[in-house]
């Protein structure tokens, strides 16, 4: 394992220290327990809450500031934030119009989150994220994952929550963003979690992983590998059959890389996506292409599609100043 | 070699493809000969242009769009772009006022450039970057590799010259910024270029090159890998050497993946670079993190130094709008 670290059981919090110094007029990161929150805090908005294993990142931390998330918590690699973790940033972030909690649908962070929402004494609400069609069961989880499509649910829900929408109205506005997405992903090599110290699979020379997990689970079938736009075929096809968009409907097209892929053929890969696409008659109204749903150094992309409608579009463009995220302000 | 592309001949057409469809809002790509220029161009200020091979993306073609770059100039991987590419670019942004090229300082891309410049019917202007202190020539370069430290000097001149700076003006400031920064990398792994379908060169599993180029040249040593506290100090000891700022002046920090390091880790190193600076007494005063100025999908990591004036660090802060980096606006 080479990596850039000093101890493997310390990679997080000295991670996290230099995410609060690289961007101080974003956020605050707070130790023990460890979560970010936005700096200043927000006043008279719902507090957007999230979280998640690291090693995903800039997913949740990146995406906490203006427009998006107010607090994120983050676990060790790979490994759900604790109950205390979470209901420490949301009784910091709680501002009298109750917390929404933005939960990707593994067993841990269910579990871990409903009992942060128990402890909490306003308000909750929790939107579960599960835009992987992949698989409809894995090794952490009960039904389909939550991945990249998570991001987009936070970008619209904080963008509501910063216009001023109430707990019942981003939480109904949640569910049915987190209904809009679907998302599939393709590994071409493994990743390592640092306290393990190898690699989570293993994939030969010749073979990819189509629908791998973002911690490495496995997918829908092991193939060999093919041409990038064969494989972005193959995801959009899926996605496709299970989102079921009307020709017209506006809908973003986010190419996310999981890594360890250059920018270069996520570029590439976004053309074959949108090729794809425009085939069936299908209109791309936005775009995001990048790494920010991340499984460690992980050799792979994933694709997703959300069907956004009028109040959806206007929200995605609505101004966001985060550490990963930022655009109109 | 596992990577998304069809063909290795076509990865920089389709990636281009892409990345017009991706930022229809701020650039546009043309074909034969290859560039992207801003859309819509602007208008009465001096065209700031730069290109190098591609592999290093988002450079320079993500740094296109106001307050930064007019066109960027993609060659093949790794390789120079062509003088009828860069002039071609030129004649399309040039407005008037003048066209200053940025130019990274390796063989082919001065040669290039220079002869874009002869071909160039109105006034011109040249840009070399050499922040690299790793070596004092190399592979491809006689002097100084320029490397990261080429977004520092596009980001600043860029700002200049949309608040209306002449071209002798950017010219001027543009060889202050290059020689305000110095850099220096580290690789943990090689990369693959497509066409060549196999590695640069080879790393063992317990070594790292200290002080690589950007395309894998040879750096200063081969090493042992050592926790990240210790790489970081030895990247920004050589480059305190070389820059030597006093107490109390302004930096910036920039902490650059070259494609295949986690973010997780680029932040860890941050920290690190950051507490050695602190040790010596510095400030940072301003900070930068992420995969900006790649060597595809090498797992590695570059510290860039800036030393920056007053004026510097007001054109640092004002608005950008590009594919790549975007804040203020």
Redesign the interface.
Known sequence: M??????AVN??P??????G???REILSVHERPAFVARAPLAKDKVALVSGGG??H??LHA?FVGYGMLDAACPGQ?FTSPTPDQISAAAAIVENGRGVLFVVKNYSGDVMNFEMAAEMATGPTATVLVQDDVAVESSTYSTSRRGVAGTLVVEKIVGAAAEAGADLAACAALGERVARACASMGVA??SCTVPAAGKPTFTLS?SE?ELGVGIHGEPGRRRVA?R???A?AAELVDAILHDLAPRKGEPLLLF?NGF??????????????A?RRLAAGGLT?AR???G?FV?S??M?G?SVTLARLDEEMLRLWDAPVHTAAL??G?
Chains 1, 2 share one sequence.
């Open positions: 080479k990596k850039f670290i000093n101890d990679v997080v000295e991670a996290l220290r230099g995410l110094l690289a961007h690291s090693g990142e800039p990146g690699v071409l090599t020379e990819m590998t041409p990038a736009d494989v190419l890594g360890g892929t250059p920018l270069l053929e996520l570029y590439l890969m976004f053309d074959a949108a791309i775009s995001l292409v790494n991340t460690l150094e050799a992309c930022r655009w302000r």
